[in-house]
Nanobody
């Protein structure tokens, strides 16, 4: 089993920044890539960014140039640095650990609210 715990969410004004963290514990060896997803009210959960164990990254078009995903394998932690935040970035942000085999793992989510 893998446990993922997110932190760093909160309320920020448009144009501001936040950094989310996701700490993994348990059977870390079973995780490959890690990622951040978000879900706004009434919308489906969507990929924000993900990163492989070797550091290759992938971003949703809506966050390219504003968000940066990184990971510290020694600390089993993945980060999402969010800058130039917009009201449409408001959502619950979830950390995902992509299992090397089934299953994948999810954190409990952290709320990010961007006020206009």
């Amino acid at each position: 089993q893998v446990q993922l715990v997110e932190s760093g969410g909160g309320l920020v004004q448009a144009g501001g920044s936040l950094r989310l963290s996701c700490a993994a514990s348990g059977s870390i060896f079973s995780i490959g890539a890690m990622g951040w997803y978000r879900q706004a009210p009434g919308k489906q959960r969507e990929l924000v960014a993900d990163i492989t164990s070797s550091g290759r990254t992938n971003y949703a078009d809506s966050v390219k140039g504003r968000f940066t995903i990184s990971r510290d394998n020694a600390k089993n932690t993945v980060y999402l640095q969010m800058s130039s935040l917009k009201p449409e970035d408001t959502a619950v942000y979830y950390c995902k650990g992509y299992g090397r085999k089934w299953p994948d793992y999810w954190g409990q989510g952290t709320q990010v609210t961007v006020s206009s």
